[in-house]
């Protein structure tokens, strides 16, 4: 296996000798025993304690002289076999090869820094052995996520030790690598969701259909209704007139705005209302994907934390996915007015927004900003969680009890923020700890079926 000098760098230029806790625990009892010998003026003990005590230090400045020139330039290394993207509750793998390049062996522990969302399956990120000059060494494990997100592998620490285990000396390789941990890619072609988008509205529902488009389809006889502009005149004869037909495109443009605020963050960790909208954003880009449209992305919470521009192709639905894997919940208050006005500016065509939202009672600078949004002809629905919904049932009485008192206000307060939004002619759809799968794609399937073309 050959590796470039490119292939790893380091953090860490140079390494310090400690003693390991059995060397430090040996001079420790020699110290003890010393001062026990100088107070019962015992020579045996002295003679014992002295012995103990001068063989850790010079085994450890034997040690610090055999790994004097220990540094960055004994390793080499590279990641193999290490997952750069994984579904969340799937499996992903990880690996690392070093080599050792220095002038000697010397007995290693090698550490491999992973998150703590990572269930270990098969494997070890950990390895001891004899470190020989010019021998290679590989680490490789298999592991479960157990939440979404961007994250990071690494770096690899190697820790020299003497052969009696009593000193070492420690090296960070930055070998670092990020790992895109994303929602559950949805089972197209599967499910219920997928048996409502085949209507006949969309089943047999063409992205092209005729009108006054640029791509030709056909010719056929003219009609009193046409437009004498379509006349094709060369191939129109005495008494016979025919018109020239092209494909109108019915594609569309869908955006979806996430509140990443801290209200999103309720529920267990991996089940959240934030995690249920940015998975029904995944299975809404696939089918989106089908159905060649455009859809974008924008994260917001006192601003944008993520923004992916309207765009269409297997390039685009992977930099979505990938943007949606970092959505994580901010400790800083969703401002709707200002998503709004940011949108206004970037959408150029008229475009469906679905906002996943913890918002209750509209502002009037929400409202506002939602008029001069609308006056732009893009339309805005809203997914709201349940908030109580998202906790599990909990063991004790008095538990339950609370449990059913926050949920009754929740409720009221869902009931109230209902009536506000949908004043304002909003469309509103709630959503509990199941998800909001279906009520997406259902809300899609209808839009789609309107034959609204941008």
């Known amino acids: 296996m050959a ?14 000798s400690h003693l390991s806790t059995q060397g430090a625990g040996i001079v420790g009892g020699g110290l003890a025993i010393l001062g026990l010998a100088l107070y019962a003026l015992n020579v045996l003990l002295f003679v014992v304690a002295l012995l103990a005590i001068t063989f850790v230090a010079a085994e450890y400045l034997l040690f610090v002289w055999s790994t004097r020139d220990f ?30 390049q220095g002038p000697r062996g010397f007995y290693a522990e090698v550490f491999d820094g992973y998150p703590e ?7 070890s990120p950990r390895l001891r052995t004899f470190f020989a000059p010019g021998a290679q060494l590989s680490l490789f494990y298999v592991f479960r996520p157990s939440n979404r997100g961007l994250f990071t592998v690494g770096p690899t620490t190697v820790v020299a030790h003497d052969a009696l285990g009593l000193a070492f000396r420690t090296l960070e390789l930055d070998t670092r690598t990020n790992l895109f941990v994303t929602p559950p890619r949805p089972p197209l072609g599967l499910g219920a969701s997928f048996a409502r988008l085949r209507t006949r509205f969309l089943g047999t529902q063409a992205l092209r259909r005729r009108g006054y488009g640029t791509e030709f389809r056909s010719l056929r006889e003219y009609l009193p209704t046409d437009d004498y502009r379509t006349i094709a005149w060369k191939r129109s004869g005495k008494g ?4 020239r037909e092209f494909e109108q495109e019915n594609r569309q443009d869908f955006l979806v705005l996430l509140d990443a605020s801290s209200q999103m ?57 990938r943007a949606l894997a970092a959505v994580q919940p901010e400790n800083r208050p969703f401002r709707g007015e ?29 409202r506002t900003a939602y008029a001069r949004f609308t006056a732009k002809g893009h339309h805005i629905y809203a997914f709201t969680p349940s908030v109580s919904s998202f906790y599990p049932p909990l063991p004790g009485e008095l538990d339950q009890r609370l449990l059913f008192l926050a949920q009754q206000l929740d409720s009221r307060r869902m009931a109230l923020s209902t ?27 209808a839009v789609r079926s309107w034959g609204y073309a941008r």
């Open 3 to 16: 590796f470039s000098p490119e292939s790893l760098t380091f953090y860490r230029a140079r390494s310090r």
């Open 71 to 100: 540094s960055p330039e004994w390793f080499a290394a590279r990641r193999d076999g290490t997952s750069s993207r994984v579904d969340v509750h799937g499996t992903g793998s990880v690996g690392v090869t070093l080599a050792n």
């Open 117 to 123: 969302e990572f269930e270990m399956l098969a494997g």
């Open 240 to 243: 016979k007139l025919y018109i």
């Open 265 to 321: 963050a309720a529920g267990i960790p991996g089940s959240t209302a934030l995690d249920k909208a940015v998975e029904a954003t995944q299975v809404l880009s696939a089918y989106v994907a089908r159905r060649e449209d455009r859809l974008g992305l924008l994260a917001w919470a006192n601003g944008p934390t993520s923004f992916v521009p309207l765009g269409r192709g297997p390039n685009h639905v992977s930099t979505l996915v």
């Open 338 to 366: 200002a998503a709004l006005d940011f949108l206004r500016e970037k959408l150029k065509s008229r475009t469906h927004v679905f906002l996943f939202t913890g918002l209750t009672d509209p502002t009037e600078p929400f």
């Open 419 to 445: 009536t506000a939004i949908r004043s304002m002619g909003i469309p509103l759809f709630p959503y509990e700890r199941r998800g909001a799968v279906d009520p997406v794609v259902e809300l899609y399937a």
